[in-house]
């Protein structure tokens, strides 16, 4: 049987967005832990299903309590859920995260949110030097069937200290991030195909994430820093 999001969910996440107070949170928290508790089945599934053709070997389900010492946005609790999931370091990189909520806002991300100093500057370094190879996977037929217009990540606003302006990669260099992202509706996420849907986008980042890992634990001369 196909575990899929349940209604609930959404329902309950609507209605703390009218309510989003201590007082009310605590008088419904059992429909909280009842919805956490299905949303948990969907998170592990998935990660089974990752587990089948990757290796993580670690699943996050995030807290719905905010932290509001540094937020304008002092509302006490988050509206949606989020799950993220680490590939095993230090041979494989990469991460993936799905996240629901309802009013059409849910997505699913993976790639690179916050690279070390040091891994960025290897990346940019191996697309300064050759970037055939990033480009021929992000412009591949079964790559961009599922991740065409979808990736994303904050930018500088030219260059790089050390890389020219108008080197032939300059739009990958001065990304920041490397984030791929897809949305979905409440229709979509409510669908009881929606965690294959999941699985298929996760599978078809593989190239890029191949990639990425093998730039990552070798030198600029090939020779690898894990062994």
């Given at each position: 049987m196909s575990?899929?999001v349940?209604?609930?969910v959404f329902?309950f996440?609507?209605k703390?967005?009218k309510n989003?107070n201590?007082d009310?949170f605590?008088?419904n928290?059992p429909?909280f832990?009842?919805?956490?508790?299905e949303?948990k089945?969907?998170y592990n599934?998935?990660?089974d299903?990752?587990?089948k053709h990757?290796?993580v070997?670690?699943l996050k389900?995030?807290?719905?309590y905010?932290?509001?010492?540094f937020?304008?946005?002092k509302?006490?609790y988050?509206t949606?859920?989020?799950?993220?999931?680490?590939r095993?370091?230090?041979?494989?990189?990469?991460?993936?995260?799905?996240?629901l909520q309802p009013?059409?806002?849910?997505f699913i991300?993976?790639?690179?949110?916050?690279?070390?100093k040091?891994d960025?500057?290897?990346?940019?370094?191996?697309?300064e030097m050759?970037?055939?190879?990033?480009?021929a996977i992000l412009?591949s037929?079964?790559?961009?069937?599922?991740w065409?217009?979808?990736?994303?990540g904050d930018?500088?606003?030219?260059?790089p200290?050390?890389f020219?302006?108008?080197?032939?990669?300059?739009?990958l260099i001065?990304k920041?991030?490397?984030?791929?992202?897809k949305?979905?509706?409440?229709?979509?996420v409510?669908?009881?195909?929606f965690i294959?849907?999941i699985?298929?986008?996760?599978k078809?980042?593989?190239?890029?994430?191949?990639y990425?890992?093998d730039?990552l634990t070798?030198?600029?001369?090939?020779?690898?820093?894990?062994?």
């Open positions: 575990v899929q349940p209604q609930s329902k996440f609507k703390l967005e989003n201590r009310w605590n008088d928290k429909e832990k009842a919805a956490e508790k949303v089945v969907f599934t998935v990660l299903n990752l587990n990757d290796e070997d670690k389900v995030f807290r719905i905010r932290d509001v010492r937020s304008k946005n509302l006490p988050k949606h859920f989020g799950g993220s999931y680490n095993v370091k230090p041979k494989l990189r990469g991460g993936y995260y799905v996240h009013n059409n806002e849910s991300a993976t790639g690179f949110w916050q690279p070390e040091e960025l500057l290897r990346i940019r370094k191996e697309f050759d970037d055939s190879e990033i480009r412009s037929k079964d790559f961009n069937s599922i065409a217009d979808h990736f994303i930018e500088v606003k030219s260059a200290r050390g020219p302006k108008d080197h032939p990669a300059i739009d001065k920041k991030q490397y984030i791929f992202t949305h979905y509706s409440d229709k979509e409510l669908d009881a195909n294959n849907e699985d298929n986008a996760f078809a980042i593989r190239p890029f994430f191949d990425m890992s730039v070798t030198d600029l001369n090939g020779v690898s820093l894990i062994d």
